[in-house]
């Protein structure tokens, strides 16, 4: 599997065709020149579409659920629905941050 071993060091396994734990890198730059030679330019960008696919969706709906809290949020205890949006303060707009960023965590 690839990832960090429990000393830190960067490692790879099955990505690269081999079994077992995996075989580290001696660094970033050790890293860096055997994936260039063993992989080519290709291989600095495996799994890169799945990423930009993971966080376009992320923060899109992070963005989504944010400004409809901050919406609601504002039209609470309105008089009426035609009554202007009242101004959120620093603690109202902070709690529709972190419900929006545990949404959209929980949900990609």
């Known amino acids: 599997s690839s990832g960090t071993s429990s000393n830190g060091s960067l490692r790879s396994g099955h990505a690269h065709g081999e079994s077992g734990a995996g075989r580290q890198y001696r660094g970033f730059i050790d890293a860096v020149t055997r994936i260039g030679k063993e992989e080519g330019l290709r291989g600095y960008y495996k799994g ?17 659920v944010y400004e409809e809290l901050k919406h609601l949020a504002a039209r609470w205890g309105a008089a009426s629905p035609t009554a202007p949006d009242r101004r959120l303060g620093a603690m109202e707009t ?15």
């Open 48 to 64: 890169l579409a799945p990423s930009l696919l993971l966080q376009t969706t992320h923060g899109a709906l992070q963005f989504t």
């Open 94 to 108: 902070s709690l529709a941050a972190a419900a929006s960023k545990l949404c959209a965590t929980l949900v990609t």
